[in-house]
């Protein structure tokens, strides 16, 4: 099984001691996959500022307390090792809540359905899993796009990217182009070939920013087939 000995997780799985660099790593990781973690807790149905108390306090246990030690390496996507520490962190929290019986600054109650804010989290009927897993592709989705707009700054061609973004989550009709056309003073089939190459680097940056979450070719390829389930056409 082919290793991705220079990506961020691995680095984490490689480090069972609380090494400088895997303490960086793990901390980078922590940050960027931070709103799929407040995604689940909400759709658990604790009140925002709760929700903000819990991922905090998730995640500074998730890194002091070195969670990573008990992953497998031969197993190491950091997705799902993420959402099972926090499925048992929730349920420690709730049973040191009602153990201690007393109050506290965080109310680990759950609220009814219909005091949710659901605004704040992804549209659909979905449970908190797939609630995760929405955010968590949207969030690889997001990064990888961020850096897409920065590779394009840097080349200087930001007017292009601005009436062309929209058109690489999905896919323009005739009437998207015409405007575009118009607007940039391009060809229609100039513009094509601009989205093909815009979409085809986007796909190579999200999986550049899978690769930093899994440990082998076999899990890298399993998020990806996760990810086309999510988006798909975007990711093909």
Known sequence: MAKFDSTQWSLVLRAREDTPDARTALDRLCRVYRPPVVAYIRSRGYAHEATEDLAQTFFTRFIEDAYHATADPERGRFRAFLLIALKRFLINQYAEAHTLKRGGDINLRPLDD????????????????????????????????????????????????????????????????????????????TLAVAVHRLRHRLRELVRAELAQTTNAREDLEMELRDLRATFAGVIE
């Open 114 to 189: 219909s005091q949710l804010d659901m605004e704040q989290l992804p549209a659909g009927d979905d449970g908190p899993e797939r609630v995760f897993e929405r955010t968590w592709a949207m969030t690889v989705l997001d990064a990888a796009m961020r850096k897409l707009r920065r590779e394009v700054e840097e080349a200087g061609k930001m007017p292009l990217f601005e009436q062309l973004a929209e058109f690489l989550t999905e896919r323009p009709d005739d009437a998207d182009y015409e405007r575009a056309s118009r607007v940039l003073n391009l060809r229609r089939n």
